[in-house]
C-alpha cells in the first residue's frame, strides 16, 4: 500500500532536549511538508521541500530543523530553540505537475509533548 | 494576501439535517480550491477538490462548486450522519516565494447528534 508514515504516534521530551520526528512516503512524490497543528487552530506550514537537498522555510520555521537526503524522507527536528513545542505535527506529500503542487497527502500525525 | 476564510465553528447539527460550511477566498489568479477532513487524532484526508471556475467536486455525499464571480467555494451534503463529526478545512493553491503552497482556513468543527 502507497502511503505517508510518520513515527512515533505519541512522543514526549524533556524540555532542553532535541528530538526528531520521522516522516517516510513511497508515493513517489517530489514535495514534502511539515506542518503544525496546535488545539483548535489551522494548520501552520513548517517547513517544505521540492526536490531532494533542498528545502525552504515555513511561516513558522524557528527553532525547528529539516534534511531531504532521499526522496522518500523528510525528517523534522525539533530543537531545544522552539519555544513552545508541545503540538501536532503532519507530514504531507504531493506531486508537482506543470509547476503547480497537486493534492497533497498527509500522515496520520505525531503527537509530541514537553514534559 | 491570499487567504481563506471559514466560517467559524462549532457547527452542531441533529442526523440527517443539511449541512453547509461556508468558505471563501482571496487569491490573485485562478487557485484550485480543496476541502479536507480530519477525524479526531488523525492527519487530513482530500474530501474533494476544485481545479476551475465552475467545477464541481464531490465526494461521499459532499459537494462543493467553485464560484468565481463570488469568490466562493462552499462545501454541502444533503443529509449528515453521526460519522460525519470532524474538522473540516477549506484550502487554496497559490504561489508564495515562487512555489506553489496550500493556503489553509482556520477549520470548522463539525458535530452531528444523533
Known amino acids: 500500500d502507497g502511503g505517508i508514515t510518520q513515527s512515533p504516534k505519541y512522543l514526549f521530551r524533556k524540555e532542553g532536549q532535541n528530538v526528531t520526528l520521522s516522516c517516510e512516503q513511497n508515493?513517489?512524490?517530489?514535495?514534502m511538508y511539515w506542518y503544525r497543528q496546535d488545539p483548535g487552530q489551522g494548520l501552520r506550514l513548517i517547513y517544505y521541500?521540492?526536490?531532494?537537498?533542498?528545502?525552504q522555510k515555513g511561516d513558522i520555521a524557528e527553532g525547528y530543523s529539516v534534511s531531504r537526503e532521499k526522496k522518500e524522507s523528510f525528517p523534522l527536528t525539533v530543537t531545544s530553540a522552539q519555544k513552545n513545542p508541545t503540538a501536532f505535527y503532519l507530514c504531507?506529500?504531493?506531486?508537482?505537475?506543470?509547476?503547480?503542487?497537486?493534492?497533497?497527502?498527509f500522515g496520520p500525525g505525531t503527537r509530541l509533548t514537553v514534559l | 494576501g491570499d487567504s481563506v476564510t471559514q466560517m467559524e465553528g462549532p457547527v452542531t447539527l441533529s442526523e440527517e439535517a443539511f449541512l453547509t460550511i461556508n468558505c471563501t477566498y482571496t487569491?490573485?489568479?485562478?487557485?484550485?480550491l480543496f476541502w479536507y477532513v480530519q477525524y479526531p487524532g488523525e492527519g487530513l484526508q482530500l474530501l474533494l477538490k476544485?481545479?476551475?471556475a465552475d467545477d464541481k467536486g464531490s465526494n461521499k455525499g459532499f459537494e462543493a462548486t467553485y464560484r468565481k464571480e463570488t469568490t466562493s467555494f462552499h462545501l454541502e451534503k444533503g443529509s449528515v450522519q453521526v460519522s460525519d463529526s470532524a474538522v473540516y478545512f477549506c484550502?487554496?493553491?497559490?504561489?508564495?516565494?515562487?512555489?506553489?503552497?496550500?493556503?489553509w482556513g482556520a477549520g470548522t468543527k463539525l458535530i452531528i447528534k444523533p
Open positions: 476544485a481545479t476551475k
Open positions: 508515493l513517489n512524490h517530489d514535495a
Open positions: 484550502a487554496l493553491s497559490m504561489i508564495k516565494d515562487s512555489n506553489y503552497q496550500l493556503i
Open positions: 504531507a506529500s504531493s506531486t508537482i505537475r506543470q509547476g503547480r503542487t497537486d493534492t497533497q497527502y
Open positions: 487569491a490573485t489568479g485562478y487557485p484550485s
Open positions: 521541500s521540492q526536490i531532494v537537498n533542498d528545502f
